[in-house]
């Protein structure tokens, strides 16, 4: 039985201390042919009591190794415990790894069999062009990954005619799935807005297409003439060699043209206006109002396109003019050459009223009769009015 080295008391093997001096005890260790025993639970330390004077060790040959062990266990009282407290933080640390390890193990495997058991069924894409495949994979959620072209299968040209992963094969959402498709790469179809007839066939020639059909159509933003529109259009892509049909504009939609005759010439310049034409005039002398609408054109109540211009004609009123005195012309002309009488009389009094701005009514009569104007000469007229001259010429 071991001894406390404080006081020399014995102590019961495997006890935590002395239950003399209250020294805690160290770990002994294991005699040869001894079981191990159990360790002792923790209990308080017991109270102190008066210190016993040490007693002699009783005579035992085997005392000194005794002694010495258990001086060698005083030397360090806690090397047992403190290994014991390094062993069990590192246990548990092991334990706790291996236990999150476990954890993460099991999580990625339901992840993985849920996330198959989830996933959606890859379409067959066999025969599909590239915008049925797309709309195919979006479908099932999926989509289209890297296309590549085979110019020489044989195939409709822009058919798939192979695709990774297989139809059937199950994918997470968004997965990508590859296809191959009979044929050359598509060429993308140029932007041809805007841009003259000839100059746009020109282009779609040199893209590796062709012109297609051609149609025209209204346009209130490209100019008359000019490429409004196409089909396909501008950056998709379209099988080398196919046709790119274009629409050419007319220009704006035509609108219906104001009637302004008889208005005022301020009213119908703005009403032109508003509906989007110019405007020009001219004056003319007349007996209507002054600055009255006396004609337009293009007329009233007809189509034209915006922008266009109208022309009027206005009232610029009643301008009087002096009657010259056409008898006297007539009279004193020295009349000759070819041509009858008549008609020399008509040409040289026709002149005299036309530069005064004055129509002109002529009756040629007897010689006998009388020769006489009206209105009579340095009368004031309205410009355009008529003058009667008769003239007494001969039988």
């Known amino acids: 039985m071991p001894t406390c080295i404080q006081c020399g008391a014995k102590v019961e093997p495997g006890a935590a201390s002395c239950m ?4 805690p005890m160290p770990a002994s260790p294991l005699g040869a042919g001894e079981a191990p025993t159990a360790p002792a639970e923790p209990t308080a330390p017991p109270l102190p009591v008066a210190a016993v004077p040490p ?29 014991e407290g390094t062993r069990a933080p590192n246990t548990l640390v092991r334990n706790v790894l291996i236990g999150a390890g476990a954890v993460a193990l099991v999580t990625a495997l339901a992840w993985a069999y849920f996330a198959f058991a ?19 994979l979006a479908t099932v959620k999926l989509r ?20 990774d992963p297989k139809a059937g094969a199950r994918l997470g959402e968004g997965a990508p799935v590859n296809v191959t498709i009979a044929g050359p790469p598509p060429v993308v179809t140029p932007d041809l807005t805007g841009l003259a007839e000839s100059a746009a066939a020109t282009i779609v020639t ?48 035509p609108v219906r043209v104001p009637k302004v005759v008889k208005e005022a010439l301020k009213d119908a310049t703005r009403a032109l206006k508003a509906a989007g034409f110019t405007v020009s005039s001219t004056t003319k002398s007349s007996s209507s109002k002054k600055s009255s609408v006396l004609s337009q054109s293009p007329a009233g109540g007809s189509m034209a396109q915006p922008g266009a211009r109208v022309k009027l004609t206005v009232s610029s009123g009643v301008v009087m003019v002096t009657v010259p005195n056409a008898v006297s012309a007539a009279l004193n ?26 129509r002109m009514n002529l009756v040629l009569g007897p010689s006998s009769g009388t020769n006489s104007q009206s209105p009579r000469a340095g009368a004031r007229v309205p410009r355009g009015s008529t003058v009667t001259v008769r003239l007494a010429v001969g039988d």
């Open 118 to 136: 989830a996933g959606v069924g890859v379409p067959d894409l066999s025969g599909k062009s590239k915008a049925q495949t797309l709309t195919a």
């Open 20 to 23: 003399a001096c209250g020294l």
């Open 333 to 358: 002309h020295n009349y000759g050459g070819s041509g009858s009488v008549e008609s020399q009389v008509r040409a040289v009094v026709g002149a005299v009223l036309s530069r005064a701005g004055l």
């Open 206 to 253: 040199d893209s590796g297409l062709q012109p297609g059909a051609r149609s025209t159509a209204y346009s209130d933003t490209v100019a008359r003439g000019a490429v409004c529109s196409q089909d396909p259009s501008q950056g998709v892509e379209a099988p080398r060699g196919s046709a790119v049909a274009i629409i050419i504009s007319r220009g704006p939609q």
């Open 55 to 83: 007693q002699a060790p009783p005579a035992d040959p085997a005392a000194p190794a005794a002694t010495a062990d258990v001086t060698k266990a005083a030397a360090s009282p806690t090397e047992g415990s403190a290994a």
């Open 144 to 163: 289209l990954g890297r296309v590549t072209y085979d110019q020489s299968a044989r195939a409709a040209q822009g058919a798939v005619i192979a695709q």
